[in-house]
């Protein structure tokens, strides 16, 4: 059974930063890209960063670029995303999405290139 679970999530002031993690279970984690999405109430879902299977490569959204850092730790099975300098707009619900490497062949902000999801997880940015 595969598991991708978010953690790290919380209420932050605006300018402050959190670090969200997503371990996974059931896979090869190794084989595996994974991306970050979010999705605030009453907006389309967003691709927010992706990070390609060996960790050597990845992407960023246009509204987080400079602020946010993706990584991961493949004896871990985890991916992290560190989000500094957090604004109101980073307000969303947070989830990771994970797609075997060696077949993915859409643009990685393609949701339904996903099979695998977490639950999500809030972020909550106040001012």
């Known amino acids: 059974q595969v598991r991708l679970v978010e953690s790290g999530g919380g209420l932050v002031q605006a300018g402050g930063s959190l670090n969200l993690s997503c371990t996974t279970s059931g896979v090869t984690f190794s084989d595996y890209s994974v991306a970050w999405f979010r999705r605030a109430p009453g907006s389309a879902r967003e691709g927010v960063s992706y990070i390609i299977s060996s960790g050597r490569s990845s992407y960023y959204g246009d509204s987080v670029k400079g602020r946010f850092t993706i990584s991961r730790d493949n004896t871990k099975n985890t991916v992290f995303l560190q989000m500094n300098n957090l604004q109101l707009e980073d307000t969303s619900i947070y989830y990771c999405?994970?797609?075997?490497?060696?077949?993915?062949?859409?643009?990685?902000?393609?949701?339904?290139?996903?099979?695998?999801w977490g639950q999500g997880i809030q972020v909550t940015v106040s001012s």
């Open positions: 999405a994970a797609r075997l490497s060696r077949t993915a062949t859409t643009p990685w902000s393609t949701a339904e290139s996903y099979p695998y």
